[in-house]
């Protein structure tokens, strides 16, 4: 026998758990991503408003050509029918700035922590822009679900 003293077993090891990260670091990296992605979300109204310019011109043109030959409503009629493509390129414009500003805003509010209603809300919207919106709107309500996330909302 050796005159060792007895040893003592090592301390048990202590895994994290899952929830127990840095909240705040997760919302800064989270809202960096709002920012990239509104600034994607809104290079498709730029196709909105070259639809817009087609029926303003096509319009124009069409108003023009029917004004030079002597029948008025003959071009009053296809000045009108440009203006499909301008009201339908006004409203795809439209729908994806408003988006866009959905999506900076939700980064503002989780950087500074608060309005937790509004960053649910348009984490659940952009699930259905698929791929990025999707994985963006649940790895969002997954963070800010959490207890220790809803604590730090003011």
């Known amino acids: 026998?050796?005159?060792?003293p007895p040893s003592t077993p090592p301390p048990p090891m202590q895994y994290a758990s899952p929830s127990s990260g840095d909240d705040g670091g997760a919302l800064n990296i989270l809202s960096t991503c709002w920012y990239v992605f509104a600034v994607l979300v809104l290079l498709p109204s730029c196709i909105g408003g070259i639809y817009m310019a087609?029926?303003?011109i096509f319009g124009g043109l069409g108003a023009a050509a029917g004004a030079s030959g002597g029948d008025a409503g003959g071009g009053l009629a296809v000045g009108a029918l440009g203006m499909?493509?301008?009201?339908?390129?006004g409203a795809l414009a439209s729908v994806f700035i408003v988006l866009s500003y959905l999506c900076y805003r939700t980064g503002r509010n989780l950087a500074a922590r608060r309005n937790h209603t509004l960053c649910f809300v348009t984490g659940l919207v952009v699930c259905l822009i698929f791929p990025l919106g999707t994985i963006?709107?649940?790895?969002?309500?997954?963070?800010?679900?959490?207890?220790?996330v809803k604590i730090l909302f003011t």
């Open 1 to 4: 026998m050796s005159n060792l």
């Open 54 to 56: 087609f029926g303003l």
């Open 84 to 89: 499909i493509p301008c009201c339908f390129g």
């Open 136 to 148: 963006l709107g649940v790895f969002t309500l997954i963070t800010i679900n959490k207890p220790e």
